[in-house]
């Protein structure tokens, strides 16, 4: 694929209330994809204004977001490209809700999941696919496995081959979770986690009960902009493996490369920055979301601290070259988000926002790192010649082992019923006695009546001789 910017639109939320009355927005929209500051309020300075390739009104349908910004990539991802979906804004702007959805009106997630299944369905003559889900969250910089089950009983020791009670009881207790390793593919362009829990899906309803049961392990909590706000990063990746189908008896091996991409919906935790008069917790869940995130504004302006995700996509968008060194692991997010963000997959940003005067400045942080976001430039790269991931390969071969298996134990059975008939044919029942007596019979005579001729041959051999005389005769 040719190469192109990263795709960004974004997203106004309508008013509350609140904001009704008080009547004020601080920001206009312009056509479909410009925005711009109403009122600047300074001195020596020009109102601001930002250009995307897509602006949402007020109202405005999940529909209408998915068909501009997520379809295309669904399908490149379908055909081996992998892809992203990133949420990125204010907390109560709409990112949940524009990633999910309401069942009404279903978010990016589920429509793109139908799209998944439904190529898949139109595609089912000419190649077969496998695909597992993985869910996840960064929450204080530590990665979560939302689909890990914790209450799961310890299964103790079995009982020994003596017989009696078991070596060791089971422990009710909470088994702890793995620890999860981010392990850096840079063949494949995609960064592996080792330790998390892959789940196998085969209908749009498995992938929902597998992000129900996700959910409810999510890190929640409450803040001044949302009763129940999302305080971490959430992960939800679609692993796509497909090959080329073959016949029954189709042995050629030139089909057993297989396209392994990756499909990942984030929904970023809220970008504002966390009061000082909150929570300790709130305290410390928003200084690690700032870290992740964006720029630390208690820095002084002459240090312009840009953190994690900022930062990265600063870099990005200055034309950051191999030689350069971009700062992936300063954040787990960024390290998680690093095949998407270095250009080696098809991304769509979807920014929130809110056009009111109290969410001024938090909508012009939001509304610069999409900008710089918007300069990254993509270079999707097909997977096809990539190393094949040895789960899949091996799989692969298992497949083609049972059919080997399954076509040897027909042969052996269609071979063993032959010989059965041939030998049941050759055993014919035994004569009766006297057809055995008249049998021998006949075939004295035949032998007889061969011999009868040798027998007439030699006495006319002997008839030809001349007779012998006596030497007394006169």
Known sequence: MAERQMRVCVRVRPLT????????????????????????????????????????PAPSLNDAVYESMGREIVNDAMRGYHGAIVAYGQTATGKTHTMQGTPTSPGLIPLAIE?????????????????????????????????????????????????????????????????????????????????????SVASVGDVFDTIVEGEARRAVGETEFNSRSSRSHAILRLTIESSARRGAGDRRAADLSVLTSTLSFVDLAGSERCPEA???????????????????????????????????????????????????????????????????????????????ASAAEETAHTLKFAQRAKKVVQRGSDTRDSVVDTSSLLAHYRAQIDALKADLALANE?????????????????????????????????????AAPRRRRTSARRSRRRPTTSSGSS
């Not at 009547?23 to 204004?49: Q, Y």
């Not at 044919?425 to 019979?441: I, M, T, Y």
């Open 115 to 199: 799209e998944a299944f439904n190529h898949i369905a139109g595609a089912s003559q000419e190649r077969e696919y496998a695909l597992r889900v993985s869910y996840l969250e960064v929450y204080n910089e530590t990665i979560r496995d939302l689909l890990y089950d914790e209450t799961l009983d310890d299964p103790g020791e079995p009982p020994s081959r003596w017989g009696g009670a078991a070596l060791r009881p089971r422990d009710p207790k909470p088994r702890k979770p793995p620890p999860i390793r981010l392990v850096d593919d840079a063949k494949r362009g995609v960064t592996r986690l080792q330790g998390i829990r892959e789940v």
């Open 17 to 56: 209330a609140s904001e009704h009355l008080e009547g004020d927005e601080a920001w206009l929209l312009e056509g479909t994809s410009r925005i711009t500051e109403r009122d600047v309020g300074e001195k020596n300075r020009c109102a601001r204004s930002f250009n995307f390739d897509r602006v949402f």
């Open 414 to 450: 269609t071979n063993a019923s032959l010989q059965r008939v041939e030998s049941g044919s050759s055993l014919a029942p035994e004569a009766p006695a006297e057809d055995h007596l008249s049998r021998e019979d006949d075939a004295e005579r035949l032998a007889a009546a061969a």
């Open 278 to 356: 909150s929570a300790p917790a709130r305290v410390k869940e928003g200084a690690y979301i700032n870290k992740s995130l964006h720029l630390c504004r208690k820095q002084p302006v002459e240090w312009p601290c840009l953190h994690a995700l900022a930062l990265v996509v600063s870099k990005l968008s200055a034309g950051a070259t191999k030689a350069d060194h971009v700062p992936y692991r300063d954040s787990k997010l960024t390290r998680l988000l690093r095949p998407a963000l270095g250009g080696k997959a098809r991304v769509a940003l979807v920014c929130t926002a809110s056009l009111a």
